[in-house]
């Protein structure tokens, strides 16, 4: 899997349209309920400015945790990486986005995506742990 990045430049907020309630995916509800709230996406994606990233997905190795060839992830170098977390890592000088697994026999690179294996992490290889993935930007 390959991943493209992209650095994040904070040119102020730009807001645009919220509807707060949600949008019902069944009967349509009538117009007079949308308030006309703002949202800024920046305000509402990217906690640590100096430390978010964006990387574009390459490949399906994560597919089964929505992450799709070509979908856009918020990347943050400021969050610890823990058991459990989808973290972006260099694994002898290659970019990989994976699960992370820790425990009393090591640590696991884990695809979500049954046709590729897990990757343990052996002590003579590289890992460098880039950031926890914080959202999925998907286009539908």
């Known amino acids: 899997m390959m991943l493209t990045f992209y650095k994040y430049e904070f040119n102020g907020f730009v807001k645009i349209p919220f509807v707060e309630n949600g949008i019902k995916a069944g009967?349509?509800?009538?117009?007079?309920?949308?308030?006309?709230?703002?949202?800024?996406?920046?305000?509402?994606?990217?906690?640590?400015?100096?430390a978010t990233f964006f990387a574009k997905v390459d490949g399906d190795s994560m597919q089964d945790a929505g992450m799709s060839d070509g979908d856009l992830l918020v990347v943050d170098r400021s969050l610890e990486p823990q058991n459990g977390k989808i973290a972006v890592c260099m694994l002898e000088g290659d970019f990989t986005v994976k699960r992370l697994r820790v425990d009393k026999d090591g640590v696991y690179l884990v695809p979500e995506n049954k046709s590729y294996q897990e990757i343990k992490v052996t002590e003579d290889q590289e890992l460098i742990i880039w950031g926890i993935v914080t959202y999925v930007i998907k286009k539908v």
């Open 27 to 50: 009967f349509p509800s009538p117009a007079e309920d949308f308030q006309g709230k703002r949202i800024s996406l920046d305000k509402e994606l990217i906690k640590n400015e100096t």
